[in-house]
T-cell receptor, first 115, second 113 residues
Framework: DGGITQSPKYLFRKEGQNVTLSCEQN?????MYWYRQDPGQGLRLIYY???????QKGDIAEGYSVSREKKESFPLTVTSAQKNPTAFYLC??????????????FGSGTRLTVV | GENVEQHPSTLSVQEGDSAVIKCTYS??????FPWYKQELGKRPQLIID?????GEKKDQRIAVTLNKTAKHFSLHITETQPEDSAVYFC????????????FGKGTKLSVIP
């Protein structure tokens, strides 16, 4: 069953702690993305990667870090520098093309709460 | 870069009526326009998309229209049902910029039984 898997579904973070959200896809997509969604809000881009071993900052990258060592995996670390991390985090992937666009496939999300 | 504006931010319709959500984009090089539906607590899911060489596309009760000259595109839902209640996002892909989708801020559609 092809798709994109995020884990865990729920995550609790203590003040000053780093946490890592997992995102794995078996769709053979080159591009992967991380979005943050706050209640009643739209999708804000944190980081994206269009090829292995390369990634770019999105609109709200401060306090977050990523790696892209494998095509299938794009983990997101929420660091202690992110002062308000409570949100719903969505990972997505897509075919990468510089000509025609393609839709994104989204994971089911991780809900992060600071306790 | 690309900028996508989406209106309205909230929309309430009676069951059986039609709903229309409109988006405008700024980059004339944009060539792909998907629409996503996100139910509460769930992932956004692609419901319909259109490419710039097509003016209209229909899939059962859902249709999308594109006006390249005016740089706007719209989602039309006919014979709305309670299960259509969700947040809808439009997006535009620019083939001459960052090669990624730019999303609108979303429209919360409520279908009243």
């Amino acid at each position: 069953d092809g798709g994109i898997t995020q884990s865990p579904k729920y995550l609790f973070r203590k003040e000053g702690q780093n946490v890592t959200l997992s995102c794995e896809q078996n769709l053979n997509h080159d591009a992967m993305y991380w979005y943050r969604q706050d209640p009643g809000q739209g999708l804000r881009l944190i980081y994206y990667s269009q090829i292995v071993n390369d990634f770019q900052k999105g609109d709200i990258a401060e306090g977050y870090s990523v790696s892209r060592e494998k095509k299938e995996s794009f983990p997101l670390t929420v660091t202690s520098a992110q002062k308000n991390p409570t949100a719903f985090y969505l990972c997505a992937s897509s075919i990468q093309s510089q000509g025609a666009g393609y839709g994104y496939t989204f994971g089911s999300g991780t809900r992060l709460t600071v306790v | 870069g690309e900028n996508v504006e989406q209106h309205p931010s909230t929309l309430s319709v009676q069951e059986g009526d039609s709903a229309v959500i409109k988006c405008t984009y700024s980059d004339s090089a944009s060539n792909y326009f998907p629409w996503y539906k996100q139910e509460l607590g769930k992932r956004p899911q692609l419901i319909i998309d259109i490419r710039s060489n097509v003016g209209e596309k229909k899939d059962q009760r859902i249709a999308v229209t594109l006006n390249k000259t005016a740089k706007h595109f719209s989602l039309h839902i006919t014979e709305t049902q309670p299960e259509d209640s969700a947040v809808y996002f439009c997006a535009a892909y620019s083939g001459a910029g960052s090669y990624q989708l730019t999303f609108g801020k979303g429209t919360k559609l409520s279908v009243i039984p």
